[in-house]
């Protein structure tokens, strides 16, 4: 398991567009992937569940991945968050 916590640079947070991204790039990894925020836990395979999270600009989220491809998948999804998630 890796662990890592990101702030979330879109101006608008997590909504749909991103949220749908964040999801696109995490169904391409076979690990578990979940985010924690706000003391809950939210499926980053899941665009409800990321939505649900009502994440917003400059709020810190901890991403986390868990199995075989945990590395592969925690270093894409942190350049892709970094990134702006396509905004």
Do not use: W
Request: glycine fraction near 10%; charged fraction near 20%.
């Amino acid at each position: 398991m890796v662990s890592q916590k990101i702030t979330i640079t879109n101006p608008s947070g997590l909504h749909l567009r991103p949220a749908g991204n964040l999801c696109n790039e995490a169904l391409k990894y076979k690990s578990l992937i979940t985010f924690s925020f706000d003391g809950g836990t939210a499926n980053a395979k899941s665009v409800l569940s990321v939505l649900g999270a009502c994440v917003k600009c400059g709020d810190e989220i901890e991403l986390v991945c868990e199995g075989a491809d945990e590395q592969e998948a925690m270093k894409a999804l942190a350049d892709a968050i970094s990134s702006g998630l396509g905004e």
